[in-house]
């Protein structure tokens, strides 16, 4: 028997979900484990909205019980990132083509990074769900739908002139990074990490061991140096959670 398609989504932001779950019709909330899972239903679709918790462990239980309890059949992540790479600014957007824990160390009995029984450094993302993720994001980056959503002294608040769409490595570590010092640690040890988070790479893990396709995207908040707290709520409602519903409904084809 085909199984049935259940679209799981977390995002980093309590706001960020809210905005989500007001796109579903028939909402219900189951709790486990201190998390309000909210299904529900658009366009005949069946999603399950979680606001994932910050840190490696709170999304890997997040996501677990995504799978477990609602029988996910794949999991969109959408949330906030510190940029790496220089070329990123505050209000671009990464899709994760690959994953990797920047705080695991198993050494000497493994590489550094190395996941654990894995045998695995970077988890890779769908190559099917990567290219969709991409032409959402570019959708609503385009200027004109950019600017529809979001109003110019918002974007000009925040500096976004023309937000770009990058696609590469995100790193992910129990760790806030907000100096310029571990920023460029991070950069030294892995040039081609484009941004830094909490959550990703811990999913990405979990989803690789059920087998179920993931999706990260993720809009830069910050530079992952000292600035990085300035205005973050005023980014996370005028900008991310914006964003973040944007993106749902693109991917979705939810309009
Ligand atoms: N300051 C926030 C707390 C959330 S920050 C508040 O009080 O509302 C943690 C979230 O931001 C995590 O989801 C993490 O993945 C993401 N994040 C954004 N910028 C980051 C950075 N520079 N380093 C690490 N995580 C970052």
């Not at 905005?19 to 998390?35: A, P, Y």
């Not at 949330?79 to 070329?87: C, D, E, S, T």
Request: hydrophobic letters at 45%; proline letters at 3%; a negative charge.
């Amino acid at each position: 028997m085909r199984k049935t398609n259940v679209i799981g989504i977390m995002g980093a932001m309590p706001e960020e979900i809210e905005g989500i779950t007001h796109l579903l019709d028939d909402v219900s909330v189951e709790t486990f484990g201190q998390r309000e899972y909210h299904s529900g239903f658009c366009k005949g679709q069946k999603f399950v909205v979680v606001f994932s918790r910050w840190g490696k462990v709170a999304a890997a239980t997040t996501v677990t019980t995504l799978i477990h309890e609602f029988g996910v059949t794949e999991v969109l992540f959408t949330g906030v990132a510190g940029a790496i790479h220089p070329a990123l600014k505050v209000g671009d957007v990464v899709v994760g083509k690959r994953f990797i824990q920047h705080d695991l160390d198993g050494r000497p009995l493994m590489k550094k990074f190395e996941i654990p029984l894995l045998n695995q450094t970077y988890l890779v993302a769908n190559e099917t769900k990567l290219e969709k993720a991409k032409d959402a994001v570019s959708t609503v980056l385009e200027d004109e739908a950019l600017h529809e959503l979001i109003s110019d002294s918002d974007l000009q608040s925040f500096d976004i002139l023309q937000p770009k769409l990058f696609v590469g490595d995100i790193a992910s570590g129990d760790q806030f990074i907000s100096s310029d010092e571990v920023r460029q640690n991070v950069l030294d040890e892995l040039p081609g990490v484009l941004c830094v988070e909490m959550e990703g790479a811990s999913v990405a893990q979990v989803c690789f061991e059920y087998g179920i396709p993931l999706t990260v995207i993720r809009t830069i908040s910050d530079e992952a140096n000292a600035s990085s707290v300035v205005d973050f709520p005023a980014f996370i409602q005028s900008i991310s959670s914006v964003y973040s519903v944007a993106f749902v409904r693109e991917l979705y084809q939810l309009k």
